[in-house]
């Protein structure tokens, strides 16, 4: 199983979807999230169908046996029991808070995400940028892709040292090679340009710009990935993102 893993204070819902939904095109894709809306079912998904409740009791139980183990652990582990019986040949997971010290960190992920940075949990991950960056960076492994959304520089530089010690391949996304041809109340219309190849008329449904930024971010981890272009496309034009704009 590939592991694809995010953190940052926000966007990881939505960019996960969105790189899953491409995933899911061509092979087998699991999708761990949160938080939920109307039931912890949500937040486990394989080619966007949701754990039935039956099954998700089932893991849930087998997880936690007699311990005590704090729920998102048992949440964790669960969907990664229940995407390796499924035999996916990918999961895309994300961080709950924090990174380094997040129960999902336990994946050995050859690929992260790190979404936009600013100041979140405070009393848990530090006071300033720096602090909190250095956790989200917890997650980045040696050798890795590390495909970030534009940050602060304050965020980037711990990024930028993080990825160099860890022997990382740090890409960023370039705001300047996407352009927006339309924005309505029922989606939105884009051209993004990344290694060189050209990407016309690209669609999502959501309507926030912050939006394209993030089904940007997922088109460059799914073009690293090795995805096609009619994936990718097919992929970001059918995500449904709930309680997203």
Same mark, same amino acid.
């Given at each position: 199983?590939?592991?694809?893993?995010?953190?940052?204070?926000?966007?990881?819902?939505?960019?996960?979807q969105y790189?899953?939904?491409?995933i899911?095109?061509?092979?087998?894709?699991?999708?761990?999230?949160?938080?939920?809306?109307?039931s912890p079912?949500?937040?486990?998904?394989?080619?966007?169908e949701?754990?039935?409740?039956?099954?998700?009791?089932?893991?849930?139980?087998?997880?936690?046996?007699a311990?005590?183990?704090h729920?998102f652990?048992?949440?964790? %582990?669960?969907a990664?029991?229940?995407?390796?019986?499924?035999?996916?040949?990918?999961?895309?997971?994300?961080?709950g808070?924090g990174?380094?010290?997040?129960?999902?960190?336990?994946?050995?992920?050859?690929?992260q &995400?790190?979404?936009?940075i600013?100041?979140? %949990?405070?009393?848990?991950?530090?006071?300033?940028?720096?602090?909190?960056?250095r956790e989200?960076?917890g997650?980045?492994?040696r050798?890795?892709?590390?495909?970030s959304?534009?940050?602060?520089?304050?965020?980037m530089?711990?990024?930028?040292?993080?990825?160099?010690?860890?022997?990382a391949?740090?890409?960023?996304?370039?705001?300047?090679?996407?352009s927006?041809?339309?924005?309505?109340?029922t989606g939105?219309?884009?051209?993004?340009?990344?290694d060189?190849?050209?990407?016309k008329n690209l669609?999502?449904k959501?309507?926030?710009?912050?939006?394209?930024?993030?089904?940007?971010?997922?088109?460059?981890?799914?073009?690293?990935?090795?995805?096609?272009?009619?994936? &990718?496309?097919?992929?970001?034009?059918g995500?449904?993102?709930?309680?997203?704009?």
């Amino acid at each position: 199983m590939q592991y694809v893993h995010l953190a940052g204070t926000n966007a990881k819902g939505s960019t996960a979807q969105y790189i899953a939904d491409i995933i899911s095109r061509e092979k087998p894709c699991g999708l761990f999230t949160s938080p939920h809306i109307i039931s912890p079912c949500e937040r486990m998904k394989i080619d966007g169908e949701m754990i039935s409740q039956t099954e998700y009791g089932g893991y849930m139980q087998r997880v936690r046996g007699a311990g005590e183990m704090h729920l998102f652990c048992v949440w964790t %582990h669960a969907a990664l029991a229940w995407f390796e019986d499924r035999s996916v040949e990918y999961a895309v997971i994300e961080t709950g808070l924090g990174g380094r010290l997040d129960p999902t960190n336990i994946v050995p992920a050859e690929m992260q &995400i790190l979404t936009p940075i600013s100041y979140d %949990h405070m009393a848990i991950l530090g006071n300033t940028l720096t602090e909190i960056a250095r956790e989200k960076c917890g997650i980045i492994k040696r050798d890795s892709i590390v495909i970030s959304h534009p940050q602060k520089e304050e965020a980037m530089r711990v990024i930028r040292q993080t990825c160099k010690g860890k022997n990382a391949r740090l890409i960023v996304l370039d705001e300047k090679k996407i352009s927006v041809k339309e924005s309505t109340v029922t989606g939105q219309r884009f051209d993004f340009t990344y290694d060189g190849k050209h990407y016309k008329n690209l669609e999502i449904k959501a309507i926030s710009p912050m939006q394209v930024e993030n089904a940007c971010v997922a088109l460059m981890a799914a073009a690293e990935l090795g995805m096609a272009e009619k994936s &990718i496309r097919s992929g970001i034009a059918g995500a449904v993102i709930p309680a997203r704009a």
